[in-house]
Antibody, heavy 117, light 104 residues
Framework: EVQLLESGGGLVQPGGSLRLSCAASGFSFSSYAMSWVRQAPGKGLEWVSVISGSGGSTHYADSVKGRFTISRDNSKNTLYLQMDSLRAEDTAVYYCAKERGKGSDCWGQGTLVTVSS | DIQMTQSPSSVSASVGDRVTITCRASQDISNWLAWYQQKPGKAPELLIY???SLQSGVPSRFSGSGSGTEFTLTISSLQPEDFATYYCQQANSSFGPGTKVDIK
């Protein structure tokens, strides 16, 4: 069974940093691109970033470019999102998702990030 | 950047109704389009990928069509478990604002 389990969320002050992790199981992790998507409280879905299976290609939403870094460790079947210079508007539930090609077919349960003083 | 829009933003419907949601891209995205269903407090679930391919395990009452800049998601006969919010997404990129389907 394909499973994705996010961790690392929590309360952080504006300007602070946080690293999210997503542990994957049940599939050949290195064969699939992976994404991060977030959802602010009561709002819609916002795509954040995507990384290729090898980790050699990454893309970011303009809203996080230069502040967030996506990476992966295929030996540990784990996806990461390093978030720096956090702002109040980054407050959201962050989901990791497995890309099947032209769609994300498996999602984690999400981890809440709250940016507040 | 390519912008995604959806219409309507909400629809009230009854069980058994046919529901159609439209998604438009600001530029040609070929068939790089996915549809998701999300229920409150839950992660999204993939319904349709590559604009018109039904994800495994998704009921056949869901269908997708379109290419280029205009796409549709159709629920042929609405069931009680289909009341939810639906999002389109340019694959690996931006989402539409969502369409909430609720009970009339």
């Amino acid at each position: 069974e394909v499973q994705l389990l996010e961790s690392g969320g929590g309360l952080v002050q504006p300007g602070g940093s946080l690293r999210l992790s997503c542990a994957a199981s049940g599939f050949s992790f290195s064969s699939y691109a992976m994404s991060w998507v977030r959802q602010a409280p009561g709002k819609g879905l916002e795509w954040v970033s995507v990384i290729s299976g090898s980790g050699g290609s990454t893309h970011y939403a303009d809203s996080v470019k230069g502040r967030f870094t996506i990476s992966r460790d295929n030996s540990k079947n784990t996806l990461y999102l390093q978030m720096d210079s956090l702002r109040a508007e980054d407050t959201a539930v962050y989901y990791c998702a497995k890309e099947r090609g032209k769609g994300s077919d498996c999602w984690g349960q999400g981890t809440l990030v709250t940016v507040s003083s | 950047d390519i912008q995604m829009t959806q219409s309507p933003s909400s629809v009230s419907a009854s069980v058994g109704d046919r529901v159609t949601i439209t998604c438009r891209a600001s530029q040609d995205i070929s068939n790089w389009l996915a549809w998701y269903q999300q229920k409150p407090g839950k992660a999204p679930e993939l319904l349709i990928y590559a604009a018109s391919s039904l994800q495994s395990g998704v009921p056949s009452r869901f269908s997708g069509s379109g290419s280029g800049t205009e796409f549709t998601l159709t629920i042929s006969s609405l069931q009680p478990e289909d009341f939810a919010t639906y999002y389109c997404q340019q694959a690996n990129s931006s989402f539409g604002p969502g369409t909430k389907v609720d009970i009339k």
